[in-house]
């Protein structure tokens, strides 16, 4: 058994992970960071509906994936692991999917685990398949929202049994086809909803007009994720930004052979390591457009003092060259700003605030509280647990400077607390955290990169 596989073992069922402490120590190093969750999500259940096979290179494979690509071939659709041609310089192969669409169908069970992206999407593109499909999850996906996705589909006359709940676990019986038509619907509490809707909205008889009703709508660089990769994909798509108003016409959706972008947000907690340690580090082929959210660390973190590049090559982050009066390490400059459009980077921005030499004030994310876990009440418990000063409002957390100190950080079985206690324990001796594991949400193997970088 190797040593990540160690680490993974040993941090399953609550078990604790030694982060791996670096202090000082400069890091000079370049990562390969795997594939976008988003990215992949969308492209496979785009890939469901077209009228030819597609190649998804350098997918993400991680358990969110993994679940969403079961769902699919659940519900009839082939898609095979295969190696092709490296998209890049030299001859050397890569992994691929290849997805080739047929006719959806059930009776299927499909397990959504606590993914946000599996739970929204496949119910829509499911209620386009003959037969009974049901869906169940981990005990979290119980009580994470559903309700609009849900509400939508009745409206558009599927017929869904949930018990009154608007929640998970449900069941459905497809027809065979969607009507399609006008929709209302409240996507405050997660952009997803809106997503899911536009996705399937090609292969409705009538196309799919959704307009926003809710309170303010939050992830806009996730929806105009989906709007482009429909239009790749051959869409049509009308976007009224003024009326909160989107509509996907009917048509045919044509297979793509697409290179998957890194996954910015996942770059986070490794740009982190320069930022706290010192020294640079690189993120390889961070794309020089991009409608992810993580494309806004750039700002984030040069905000927060370090110094950014971007080029051919990738990303390069430099650490502050002043040294922090809290800790022997360079100085992280608290932030004052609003997070509503890039929720996902929270965990990791709270962690580099509660090692700012100043204060911080997180703003705007309020709707973070019903993803994998209540991520603002995490965050303040974890980090005011060991040393921190975190206080925390409905919509926002505010950092004061603090000495840290050992302890264990609970994750939660959240991806992005257990990454967040990774980085704080890098100057922070003595942190252990808890089912270091749940990683595996969207890194493959996130112990086994960590080390090989900072130790």
Not at 150 to 157: D, N
Not at 181 to 192: T, W
Not at 238 to 258: F, N, Q, S
Not at 351 to 357: G, H, I, K, N, S
């Given at each position: 058994?190797?040593?990540?596989?160690?680490?993974?073992?040993?941090?399953?069922?609550?078990?604790?992970?030694?982060a791996p402490f670096r202090g000082s120590k400069p890091v000079n190093a370049r990562v390969v960071i795997p594939g976008s969750k988003s990215v992949t999500n969308r492209a496979l259940i785009l890939a469901a509906q077209a009228t030819s096979p597609s190649i998804l290179r350098r997918p993400l494979v991680s358990r969110d994936s993994e679940l969403m690509v079961a769902g699919l071939r659940q519900l009839g659709i082939d898609v095979q692991e295969i190696e092709v041609e490296s998209s890049g310089a030299g001859s050397t192969k890569e992994m691929a999917w290849k997805i080739t669409p047929a006719p959806l169908k059930g009776p299927a069970a499909i397990d959504v685990g606590n993914a946000g992206t599996v739970m929204r999407f496949l119910p829509p593109l499911a209620a386009l398949a003959q037969g009974a499909i049901s869906f169940d999850g981990d005990p979290r996906?119980?009580?994470?929202?559903?309700?609009?996705?849900?509400?939508?589909?009745?409206?558009?006359?599927?017929?869904?049994?949930?018990?009154?709940?608007?929640?998970?676990?449900?069941?459905?019986?497809?027809?065979?086809?969607?009507?399609?038509?006008?929709?209302?619907?409240?996507?405050?509490?997660?952009?997803?909803?809106?997503?899911?809707?536009?996705?399937?909205?090609?292969?409705t008889v009538n196309g799919i007009t959704a307009r926003h009703v809710g309170g303010e709508l939050p992830s806009m660089p996730h929806i105009e994720m989906t709007v482009e990769m429909l239009r790749d994909f051959g869409a049509t798509?009308?976007?009224?930004?003024?009326?909160?108003?989107?509509?996907?016409?009917?048509?045919?959706?044509?297979?793509?052979?697409?290179?998957?972008?890194?996954?910015?947000s996942n770059a986070a907690p490794f740009l982190s390591i320069a930022m706290v340690c010192g020294g640079s580090i690189t993120i390889a082929d961070w794309p020089q457009k991009t409608?992810?959210?993580?494309?806004?660390?750039?700002?984030?973190?040069?905000?927060?003092?370090?110094?950014?590049?971007?080029?051919?090559?990738?990303?390069?982050?430099?650490?502050?060259?002043?040294?922090?009066?809290?800790?022997?390490?360079?100085?992280?400059?608290?932030?004052?700003?609003?997070?509503?459009?890039?929720?996902?980077?929270?965990?990791?921005?709270?962690?580099?605030?509660?090692?700012?030499?100043?204060?911080?004030h997180l703003r705007g994310i309020a709707h973070l509280r019903l993803h994998e876990t209540d991520r603002l009440d995490a965050l303040t418990r974890e980090i005011n647990s060991i040393g921190g000063k975190v206080t925390e409002e409905h919509s926002a957390l505010h950092f004061e400077p603090s000495a840290l100190r050992a302890g264990v950080f609970h994750t939660y079985e959240d991806h992005r607390l257990a990454t967040a206690g990774a980085v704080i324990g890098l100057v922070t001796p003595g942190i252990e955290v808890e089912n270091i594991a749940t990683t595996r949400k969207t890194l493959t193997d996130f112990p086994g990169l960590w080390k090989s970088l900072v130790q």
């Open positions: 058994m190797s040593d990540s596989q160690k680490d993974n073992s040993q941090s399953a069922n609550g078990a604790m992970w030694p996906s119980h009580e994470r929202p559903l309700g609009p996705v849900i509400k939508a589909l009745e409206e558009l006359g599927i017929s869904i049994d949930h018990g009154n709940r608007y929640s998970l676990p449900l069941s459905l019986v497809g027809t065979g086809k969607i009507p399609g038509g006008e929709i209302d619907i409240d996507a405050s509490a997660s952009s997803q909803f809106l997503s899911a809707l536009l996705l399937i909205g090609p292969s798509v009308h976007v009224d930004a003024a009326k909160k108003t989107w509509r996907v016409e009917p048509g045919a959706l044509h297979g793509k052979d697409m290179v998957i972008e890194p996954d910015l409608t992810q959210p993580g494309d806004q660390l750039r700002t984030l973190l040069r905000d927060m003092g370090a110094q950014i590049s971007l080029n051919a090559d990738g990303l390069t982050l430099t650490a502050n060259s002043e040294k922090s009066a809290l800790r022997d390490a360079p100085k992280i400059v608290g932030i004052d700003v609003d997070l509503h459009d890039v929720g996902e980077l929270t965990p990791s921005i709270a962690a580099l605030a509660a090692l700012a030499d100043s204060p911080s």
